[in-house]
Nanobody
């Protein structure tokens, strides 16, 4: 099992930047999980944003964030990151980190954090 705690969300103006963090803890080593970020805008379904494999060698993004967001991880610190640049109002959402299984990209995500709110003002 793994416990996930996100942080870093806040109110920012359009064009600004934020870095989200997701701290992992638990008995299973962090580097055995592929990780991902999802987001959920108010009144909408939770959607995939980006994923990263166990060692950080492979990453996947949705088209709308390519070139603006960067997912990364530091396995020595058991932490996942999402660097978000050139933020747009449509990026406003609660952002969740998730831990997946033994395939990449994971077919399912077994563990989720509680989320952190990102609000981008125009």
């Amino acid at each position: 099992q793994v416990q996930l705690v996100e942080s870093g969300g806040e109110l920012v103006q359009a064009g600004g930047s934020l870095r989200l963090s997701c701290a992992a803890s638990g008995r299973t080593p962090f580097n055995t999980y592929a990780m991902a970020w999802f987001r959920q805008a108010q009144g909408k379904e939770r959607k995939f944003v980006a994923a990263i494999d166990w060692n950080g060698y492979r990453t996947t993004y949705i088209d709308s964030v390519k070139g603006r967001f960067t997912i990364s991880r530091d396995n020595t610190k058991n932490t996942l990151y999402l660097q978000m640049n050139n933020l747009k109002p449509e990026d406003t959402a609660v952002y969740f980190c998730a831990a997946g299984g033994s395939t990449y990209p994971p077919s399912k995500y077994d563990y989720w954090g509680q989320g952190t709110q990102v609000t981008v003002s125009s």
